[in-house]
């Protein structure tokens, strides 16, 4: 668009334009100055230099110019522009723009008159030898121009002709305290565009101007015309001007000096005439301009400037790249003006040097598309003119690539070609770039056959010429040559390619001197199109080859990027020649047989590449555009659709053009969903907004830059209503004004699909803010608003909330200072008006006004306007500037509010007398529930509100109205002085509800203490006081320990040092108190004050002294005042580094305090000290005593304790270091003792040969142990009652019988010569019935001990014998012993290999001991199948058996047959194992005879409690045949079915039978085949079995719904202890996890192995807190992430009962910090 500088006002461009203006003026020399000061009026001249300081002169000098007259404003700019050094080149092109018009002006800045400049002295040439070049310089220019402007159709005016100036923006003055974003949205260096004229490009010398423009442009007219310009007298500070073409420097391979350079192609001279005239250009360098044009077709790139000399000799012969980059890097004259011409991609050839400046040249806008039509037409007749004047305009493809100049030009030679070579009514026209220049072929061509018709067509009649072409053109692009030497081209062709106009001849200067002539393709997108169709159709060309040629080029360049070749559009004529229109023409180019699949197969390739490419995530905007662009050449729907099937096209700071446009609709239009455009910083003409109504299927628009401003948006605004898709619209980071808004509000309303909206970023003020907001309730579908980073005032906000109030459907209003403004709409506002209810969040409204600026003086505004809002869920006033009376007026107008739940009015100025006004507030209105004040940095203060109690309208009864309704008063993070406390306490004892305080985080001095304790009584609705992380001294904290007494409502004192710290009230008067002091240091003198204090406490029942220092001393201290004491249940002294005798101390109390029964004291790292006292249900005393390292004189002292011992006593010893001798020493004083019943001792060393002889010495000392049992590093003695007068201690010991009954060794490294001391004292013990050892290595003297143990013990019942490594001989003699006797009834020899003789005997030996009821012989083996049914023989002839466990035994088919008959016999038969049978089968058996015919044998059961048949894979028969006899199993507590193949069919039947076992406790059925249909009978059954506490499904296969289905069945398993579901083929177990609330006691769970993820974890940190007997959680083999463990590791502190969470093989960082807890488990090691 046109802008008038006659329009300009030249006053405000000074008052724009005043910062820069002062800063130049200071610069300059006192000269200047004089000159502008002589412009102003003396009398104000005189007021001026009042002033001292230079600037503050200066500055307001330029205000006087402000406001003066037009014409002295324009001198002054005049001056300015004429005077002044170094003027910045956006400011000089500007003034220029005004100065340039002041009638009589001279710029030329280097008259011979002005001897500003140092250069003014240096002695000039004759002036008749730089005339006479300069007069055959500017001759040679205006005949270059002639040439290049003979076919150019419409006239060139440079004053009229536009560039981009580009420039870096800096941060704009209001963002400069907004925390930076991502780079594409603080817009910091984004490079903004100022509109100049090509004219104003060399009007300032010294400068390196870069021309850039892509294809067709007009660059190469553009410099000719600048330099026909010069040579007709504008640019009068220019002497000499050079321009040079980089396709003739190409020509040059050897080193030139720029000397050589400038004589070589400009007019020859002789040598004192060309040392005058470079005498000249090196004395004034700044009166010589260079043009270099087409640095796009340099071969070479420009030497990077590091790399060459500081100040290069300009008559010293460099190469060629070293010369121009000095030249053009400021090391060559370095005060000349220098212009480059290239495409926008090179750029960075350039390498920024000093005064780089860039432009871009634009193509036509529609209505210069339209006058360059009507004049190409002009020749041509009205009515041809007309009607091709219409295609162009109204064919939308045509005219998006019209928009450059050269394309324009095509564009119309085609249409031209069209009309002239057919009917009008059957028109084909071109849909792409190719087609068009296809057609330019055949329009070339036509001018050969002079436009006669043929029935030959032309492609084919001259198929060898266009073949020779191409062939040249593509062996030009690839050798980087646009020009092409005479002897390179045939003569033939040459003739061919002037007559059909595709050649040009062109003269060249040589590195010699010499002339000649070349030739080029009459332009570079011609020969690119050619070298296309020789790709697409040689024979020659690989697939490989031609695939290399299909790279997208990017529009980013760095300076690290290679040098790219010339081209820029082969790769989309190739494309363009794949489509299915060019098929024919390629066809017709082929000359052997096959030309259609040939040619089709190269189409092929061409497609497959950019399908490839289009299925490619990592593509770039540029790329992006460059595929669309390929696509929309081939015209391919398939290949549009696949690109266009990405979410979002992200377009980032490159220039988009028409054609760019029109390609990214034709694959957008192609997609079947809503797609997003991003235009980030990118380059857009207003023209290209037209093309948006294409885009059939963008949903969401994104605008993003300061290039984007009120012009824009009008532009915009024009077509949004056509954007049938659009849902969401944001003009971001931009440069809207409420001009902008106003307009862009008004095209809103026309969108009624338009759901999100954001604005952010911009310069909108209150009155655009407003217009925009006003807009949000005329539309329908409105969701969110972003206004935020734009500048609104307090009474902006006001008016906002105001239109807000009447919007029913908003829900949020959010407004911080100019940072963020969002606005947030429900879509369902005809539910929302009237609706109060609190579970509603569909009426609820967040109003956020933060850091906006609201005082008192504001609040009865706000308030007023509030009322429009039906129900405020939250109220944000915080970071304002309300102060205490603000906050009072907003609690005086809370009643006319409506319905508040909370508002936030932290960081307002409100101090502690603000918060006893609230605290009064508090207490006398009902409404108001809850203030939360925090001193810290932060301020908080909250008020909370009862919006129930407010809507209510009738009269609230007295119970409603009472104690019951909680209140809570909050202050943290701050320092109450006594004064404070007093006024706050004298309030709140007037509140009549239940109360909460929170005094946290706060530091208490002891006087503010006593004030809150002199009113604690009064408070008679006190709940709660918080004294969390409060600094309290150690007196202070007593005092608040003496509400136990002083206040008979105290149930609970918990105070921590600076941590936790609270105490509870009930309302009425406590029946029991705890109190607990934890982490303070308490002195002997604290101990006896606090003891007195407690004295006075009768009801205390707990009391915890953890962790206070209390050491020996202390501790001693208490236990003297511990008798005085009234507790009833417990006191804790863990942690207060006590030494032995501390502990000597607490075992003490045992005697002196009659209450105590229990002392428990660990001084290792735990260090526990536990006293109990008196319970119901305890009889006797213990003494538990772990890590205490007791040294002689200790244990004598505590043998001394223990004998005054009243009552019976437990002993429980553990890790104490206890050597040998004083272990026997306790135990010879512990036999003295009648008053022992229980001694336990754990010592590591107790093991071997020591555990042997301590036991042995404890049979011969204590005659009356009853029970022992050893296991490793621990034993466990039970005595006898010794209080019966039967059992009284007896001076000779070894004349009485032992009462032993039952000793047990497991696992305790006992060997057989360890056993020896044992022979004796064992065999004493007549009254034995239990005899176990455990992994006991067997040998002979292992066996003797048996062979002569056994036989004695006439009463044994049970023998246990778990023993290893037994000879055959072993087995025998251990056999022979069992004892025969009526009274022996169990036998258990698991793991035994007997061997033949073994099983052989053992089976003879069972069948004498006819009484036994239990018989084990699981993991045995060794012997024969033959042998084995020996065994079995024997076995089934105890007809008594209650138990049998034959898990993993041996037999064959026989043997299997005995069992099943024998067991039709055993009748009492209650538990049966056998798990994972290997039989030596016949065919028979595998095909499941045998398991039916052992399953049938259960048929006579009618007891059965527990049976295993694990790894039978019995199949369905098997279960079949099984369910018929489980109904009968009324008792059945266990039944183990896992792995045996079971599907769903058998399943089902399975827990139908289960549903009559109600007594059943265990259930295993993993490794089955089981699914849906049996979970949903599991839900059916899993109710009728109440006593049910484990449940093991693991490896069946339940999909999610069957997972469904077992959740039923869980909410009613109360018994369910272990619930093992790894891998169940479900990764939805969220519902399994929610079911576990419902398992109260619930204990192990495995979820293993079964992929689920986050989900599962949060759904579990809900849950487990719930599980409050949860103990291990297996979660291995899932997908939970950090995310999700991190949320399970928070819920942990409410778990205390679990133990370990396996969370193994998980993608979690292991070494998160929130991730600590020792019970997560993330390793198996």
């Known amino acids: 668009m046109r802008m008038e500088r006659e329009d300009w006002s030249v006053g405000f461009l000074v008052a724009q334009e005043a910062s820069a203006l002062v800063d130049l003026l200071c610069k300059q020399n006192s000269g200047v100055l004089d000159r502008i000061f002589a412009i102003v009026d003396p009398n104000r001249m005189d007021q001026l230099r009042s002033l001292t300081n230079n600037r503050d002169l200066v500055s307001a000098t330029v205000d006087y110019f402000r406001t003066s007259d037009h014409n002295i404003c324009r001198r002054f700019l005049s001056t300015v522009y004429q005077y002044c050094e170094n003027i910045p080149f956006y400011l000089e092109t500007t003034v220029l723009s005004v100065a340039e018009h002041t009638t009589g002006t001279n710029f030329n800045h280097t008259s011979d008159n002005d001897n500003s400049s140092p250069s003014r002295n240096v002695k000039r040439p004759r002036l008749d030898y730089l005339q006479s070049y300069t007069d055959a310089l500017k001759s040679m220019v205006l005949q270059k121009h002639e040439t290049v402007t003979q076919t150019v159709v419409k006239d060139i005016h440079l004053d009229d002709t536009w560039v981009y100036l580009r420039q870096k923006n800096p941060l704009r003055v209001k963002d400069r305290t907004i925390q930076p974003q991502a780079s594409l949205d603080n817009h910091e260096g984004e490079e903004s565009e100022h509109k100049v004229s090509v004219e104003s490009l060399l009007k300032t010398t010294g400068r390196v101007v870069v021309l850039l423009g892509q294809a067709g442009s007009g660059k190469t007219l553009l410099v000719h015309c600048l330099g026909r310009s010069w040579a007709q007298g504008s640019f009068l500070s220019v002497h000499l001007l050079f321009l040079l073409e980089f396709r003739q420097l190409n020509l040059i391979s050897r080193d030139l000096s720029l000397k050589d350079l400038l004589f070589l192609f400009y007019p020859a001279c002789e040598d004192e005439e060309s040392e005058a005239v470079f005498e000249f250009i090196l004395s004034n360098p700044e009166k010589v301009c260079f043009i270099f044009d087409g640095y796009d077709e340099f071969r070479a790139k420009l030497t990077n400037p590091k790399k060459l000399e500081s100040s290069i000799d300009p008559n010293k012969p460099l190469p060629m790249t070293d010369l121009l980059s000095g030249l053009c890097n400021r090391k060559i004259l370095p005060d000349c003006t220098m212009l480059i011409t290239c495409r926008p991609r090179d750029v960075t050839d350039m390498f920024a040097s000093p005064g780089f400046i860039t432009c871009e040249l634009q193509g036509f806008d529609r209505l210069g598309v339209k006058e360059y039509a009507e004049q190409y037409f002009h020749e041509k007749g009205d009515e041809l003119k007309k009607k091709a004047v219409n295609l162009l305009m109204d064919n939308r493809h045509l005219l998006s690539m019209s928009h450059v100049p050269g394309l324009c030009h095509i564009c119309c030679v085609c249409v031209d070609h069209l009309f002239s070579s057919g009917t009008h009514a059957d028109l084909q026209l071109p849909t792409s770039l190719t087609q068009i220049y296809m057609q330019i072929l055949l329009a070339f061509l036509r001018r050969i056959s002079g436009g006669g018709v043929s029935g030959t067509p032309l492609l084919q009649r001259y198929r060898t010429k266009i073949v020779e072409m ?151 905007g540029p790329k992006i555009v460059e595929l669309c662009r390929c696509a929309h050449e081939t015209q391919d729907a398939k290949l549009a659709r696949a690109i266009g099937s990405r979410p979002q096209f992200e377009l980032r700071n490159i220039r988009l053009n028409a054609v760019d446009m029109d390609s990214l609709a034709f694959v957008t239009a192609a997609a079947d969903q809503n797609v997003c455009l991003d235009f980030g910083g990118c380059s857009l003409e207003l023209d290209c907004l037209e093309i948006l109504p294409s885009f059939k299927n963008v949903g969401h628009l994104i605008f993003r830059s300061r290039k984007y401003d009120d012009r824009f948006a009008e532009a915009l605004c024009g077509i949004l209503s056509k954007l049938q898709a659009l849902w969401r619209l944001e003009f971001i980071s931009g440069g809207l004004t409420d001009v902008g808004a106003a307009k862009l509000a008004r095209a809103l309303e026309d969108c009624p699909h338009i759901t999100h909206l954001n604005v952010s970023d911009n310069s909108l003020k209150d009155e655009g803010i407003r217009v925009i907001a006003e807009t949000l309730s005329r539309l329908p579908n409105i969701s969110s608003v972003l206004m935020g980073r734009n500048v609104i005032s307090t009474d902006g906000v006001l ?102 739940q909370e508002i936030n009015v932290s960081e307002n100025g409100v101090d502690m007398d603000g918060v006893v006004m609230l605290a009064s507030a508090l207490c006398n209105q009902k409404n108001l529930r809850r203030v939360d004040a925090s001193g810290n940095e932060k301020k908080k203060l909250v008020l909370w509100f009862d919006t129930i109690r407010r809507q209510t309208s009738r009269q609230l009864t007295p119970s409603e109205n009472g104690i019951h309704v909680h209140k809570k008063l909050s202050l943290t993070h701050c320092d109450i002085q006594p004064a404070y406390m007093a006024k706050l306490c004298r309030q709140l004892v007037k509140c009549k509800n239940l109360l909460d305080i929170e005094f946290s985080h706060l530091k208490l001095s002891n006087e503010s203490i006593e004030k809150l304790m002199s009113i604690l009584p009064e408070m008679s609705s006190l709940h709660l006081l918080n004294l969390s992380h409060v600094d309290l001294s150690t007196n202070g904290a007593l005092l608040l320990v003496r509400s136990l007494a002083d206040c008979q409502r105290v149930t609970a004192v918990e105070l921590r040092h600076q941590a936790e710290a609270f105490i509870k009230f009930v309302p009425e008067k406590a029946e029991a108190a705890i109190c607990k002091l934890t982490e ?48 009833s249940s417990s006191v804790s ?196 019935q239990d005899l176990k050892f455990s992994q006991l290595k067997v040998d002979r003297k292992v066996t003797e001990f048996f062979s002569t143990v056994i036989p004695s013990l006439l009463n044994l019942r049970n023998l246990t014998l778990d023993l290893k490594g037994a000879a055959e001989e072993d087995v025998e003699a251990l056999a022979e012993a069992l004892p025969n006797t009526p009274e022996f009834e169990s036998l258990s020899l698991s793991q035994l290999v007997l061997g033949d003789r073994g099983a052989a005997i053992f089976g003879r030996a069972l069948q004498s001991v006819p009484n036994l009821k239990s018989f084990n012989l699981s993991q045995c ?145 993993s490794k089955n085949q089981l699914g849906q249909a049996s979970a949903a009978k599991l839900s059916q059954v899993l109710p009728l079995l109440p006593e049910l506490s484990e449940l093991n499904l693991s490896e069946n296969q339940f999909d999610p719904q069957g997972c469904k289905a077992i959740c039923e069945g869980l909410m009613s398993m109360k018994a369910l ?109």
């Open 1080 to 1127: 303070y240091k308490l002195s002997k003198a604290n101990v006896e004050k606090l003891s007195r204090i407690l004295e006075n406490c009768p009801h205390l029942s707990e009391l915890v002294l953890s962790h206070n220092l209390l050491r020996d001393e202390g501790v001693k201290c208490f236990v003297d005042y511990l008798p005085k004491l009234k507790i």
């Open 799 to 900: 008016t906002l909330i105001e239109r807000m109030a009447v919007c029913p459907s908003v829900q949020e209003v959010h407004i911080e200072g100019n940072k963020e403004i969002s606005l947030s709409f429900s879509q369902s506002s005809d539910t929302m008006c009237e609706n109060t209810d609190l579970n509603n969040t569909e009426g609820t409204k967040n109003l956020r006004f933060k850091q906006c600026n609201i005082t008192v003086s504001h609040v009865a505004s706000l308030c007023n306007k509030l009322k429009g809002f039906s129900f405020i869920t939250l109220l944000d006033l915080s970071y304002n500037l309300l102060s205490n009376k603000g906050l009072k007026k907003i609690l005086d107008l809370l009643p006319e509010l409506g319905t508040i």
């Open 1421 to 1565: 083996s060794g012997w024969t199948t033959a042998r084995g049914c020996d065994l079995v023989r024997g076995l089934v002839q105890c007809v008594s058996l209650a138990e049998i466990r034959l898990d993993s035994v041996v037999l064959d088919e026989e043997g299997i047959t005995i069992l099943a008959q024998g067991f039709s016999r055993l009748a009492s038969l209650r538990r049966l194992s056998l798990n994972n049978i290997r039989v030596v089968t016949s065919e028979t058996f595998v095909n499941g005879t045998g398991i039916l015919c052992l399953l049938a044998s259960f048929k006579g059961f009618r007891q059965m409690e527990e049976i295993e048949l694990e790894s039978w894979r019995m199949g369905d028969g098997g279960a079949y045949e099984l369910v018929k006899y489980i109904p009968s199993w009324t008792k059945l507590l266990k039944l183990s079915l896992s792995d045996n193949s079971m599907t769903d069919q058998a399943g089902e039947k399975l827990l139908t039978a289960l549903s009559h076992c109600r007594a059943l406790q265990k259930l295993q059925l």
């Open 470 to 620: 191409s062939q040249l053109a593509l062996k030009g692009l690839e050798e980087s040559t646009i020009v092409f030497k005479d002897t390179e081209v045939p003569p033939e062709l040459k003739e061919f390619g002037i007559k059909s106009g595709i050649l040009s001849r062109v003269k060249l200067t040589f590195e010699d001197g010499s002339s000649g002539y070349g030739f080029t393709f009459m332009h570079l997108t011609m020969q690119e199109f050619l070298a296309a169709l020789h790709l697409m159709t040689s024979q020659n060309i690989t697939e490989s080859q031609l695939k290399k040629k299909l790279n997208l080029k990017t529009r980013w360049t760095t300076k690290t990027d290679p040098k790219s070749v010339f081209t820029d559009s082969l790769h989309l004529y190739v494309c363009g020649l794949a489509a299915e229109a060019c098929t024919s023409s390629l066809v017709q180019l082929q000359v052997a047989e096959g030309a259609m699949a040939l040619v089709q197969k190269r189409q092929a390739v061409v497609c497959n590449v950019l399908l490839g490419l289009a299925g490619s995530t990592s593509q770039t």
């Open 1133 to 1328: 002294l863990s942690g207060n580094r006590m030494t032995q005798v501390g502990a000597l101390d607490l075992v003490n109390s045992m005697n002196t305090c009659e209450k105590v029964v229990a002392v428990e004291v660990s001084l290792g790292v735990e260090d526990q000290s536990l006293i109990h006292f008196v319970q119901e249900h305890v009889n006797g005393k213990t003494l538990r005593l772990r890590e205490c390292s007791f040294e002689g004189i200790h244990l004598k002292k505590l043998v001394e304790i223990l004998n005054r011992c009243p009552r019976l006593l437990t002993l429980e010893l553990f890790s104490n270091s206890l050597q040998s001798q004083g272990l026997y020493f306790l135990l010879d004083s512990l036999a003295e003792l009648s008053t022992i019943h229980t001694v336990k001792i754990e010592e590591p060393w107790l093991t071997g040969n020591a555990v042997i002889n301590l036991i042995a010495k404890c049979l011969n000392l204590q005659p009356h142990i009853r029970e022992i049992r050893v296991s490793r590093g621990s034993i466990n003695i039970i005595t006898q009652d010794n209080s019966s007068p039967s059992s009284i201690s007896i001076a000779h010991p070894e004349n009485v019988l032992p009462a032993l009954q039952s000793i047990s060794f497991d696992g305790c490294d006992i060997e057989g010569q360890h056993l020896t001391p044992l022979t004796l004292p064992i065999q004493k013990c007549l009254a034995l």
């Open 1617 to 1725: 202890k272990i619930l093992h579901l790894t891998s169940i083929g479900s990764s939805d177990l969220v519902g399994v996890a929610s079911s576990l609330k419902y398992c109260p006691s619930i204990e192990d769970v495995s979820l293993s192995w079964n992929g689920c993820g986050d989900s599962l974890a949060f759904t579990l940190a809900e849950i487990l807190p719930l599980c409050t007997n949860l103990k291990r959680l297996d979660l291995e083999a899932n997908k939970i992430t950090t995310a999700g463990a991190t949320a399970i590791s928070k819920c942990l502190p409410s778990c205390p009962s679990i133990e370990v969470i396996r969370l193994w093989r998980n993608p979690i960082a292991k070494d998160a910090e929130n991730l600590q807890d020792p019970r997560l488990n993330f390793s198996s090691v």
